[in-house]
């Protein structure tokens, strides 16, 4: 049975309203958890920078020149041994250009940034530096898991996070390869070098409970905040930790006519125990810094 027009329409208006009656509390009660959570996350940074450590402290305002992760390597790399058509008066002028020299204080190293954990509050005039920041330049979904699986860790090694630092990869050969039935296909070999951290913490903000909680926070004016936004870096301070170094190597599935691409996967990877992030200028001038670890 058709009901009148009138009806239907009042019918209509009536579900509306009702359904708005029953949207807006879960609005604001969304809301209202959004804010708690954000003023939770505050309170915790604020509390952060009150137990800040001697060394987070003398940072600030100074100018830092952060250490090349390749430099650093050379440092932490024992020597090769002495090859069978070297010499000894060579060998010993080898060892001694590239001294196994392990940093015995803190070495500051900067990681990639990912500017979308970068925010900025108008009205405070203060930027807020995420815990996402420090996740930039990410190992592939593959990398990430073989760090500790091909990657040679001792027994004993505490529950550690991995910060990445950076993926170059360079082209090795190409070859003409042919399938079952003849046909061809070019393939390319190519060689990719991963770089990165393993910190001996379960965590590198210990007060941070969510990828986005703040952990630095720097005081910009309105017209600073852009470009500062875009050339902000940040860093991590750490104590190398021996064994030092993690190295792995592993291969790439076999090229295909879909996929003709291989790979030479070399892993290596920092161990440390990190003391402080900080976030510096374009000129390296520290301008906020933090507790790092556990």
Not at 249 to 277: H, Q, W
């Amino acid at each position: 049975m058709l009901r009148p027009r009138s009806k239907v329409r009042r019918v209509g208006v009536l579900t509306m309203l009702t359904a708005l009656c029953v949207a807006v509390p879960a609005v604001a009660q969304t809301q209202l958890q959004q804010t708690m959570r954000h003023a939770d996350d505050l309170n915790a940074l604020y509390a952060a920078e009150a137990q800040k450590s001697e060394l987070c402290k003398g940072y600030i305002g100074k100018v830092v020149t952060p250490t090349p992760f390749s430099a650093l390597v050379q440092r932490l790399s024992p020597p090769p041994a002495k090859g069978e058509f070297e010499t000894t008066a060579q060998y010993k002028a080898r060892i001694a250009a590239n001294a196994f020299s392990p940093p015995t204080g803190p070495v500051v190293v900067t990681v990639p940034v990912d500017r979308d954990f970068i925010s900025y509050n108008a009205d405070t005039s203060l930027m807020f530096i995420q815990v996402g920041a420090f996740g930039a330049g990410e190992f592939s979904d593959l990398v990430d898991v073989r760090i500790t699986g091909d990657v040679t860790v001792p027994a004993g090694t505490p529950e550690g996070v991995r910060v990445p630092h950076g993926r170059s990869e360079r082209l090795l050969r190409t070859y003409t390869a042919r399938n079952g039935l003849g046909v061809a296909v070019k393939v390319s070999e190519f060689e990719r070098q991963s770089t990165g951290f393993y910190f001996a913490s379960p965590t590198l903000f210990s007060f941070a409970k969510r990828p986005d909680a703040p952990v630095l926070y720097v005081q910009a004016a309105p017209l600073q905040a852009p470009r500062l936004k875009q050339t902000l870096r940040v860093a991590v301070a750490f104590v190398p930790k021996a064994p030092y170094l993690f190295k792995g190597e592993f291969g790439s599935p076999v090229p295909t006519m879909r996929n003709p691409v291989s790979y030479e996967n070399k892993l290596t990877i920092i161990y440390a125990d990190p003391k402080c992030a900080l976030a510096l200028d374009p000129q390296g001038r520290v301008l906020a810094a933090v507790n790092a670890g556990s």
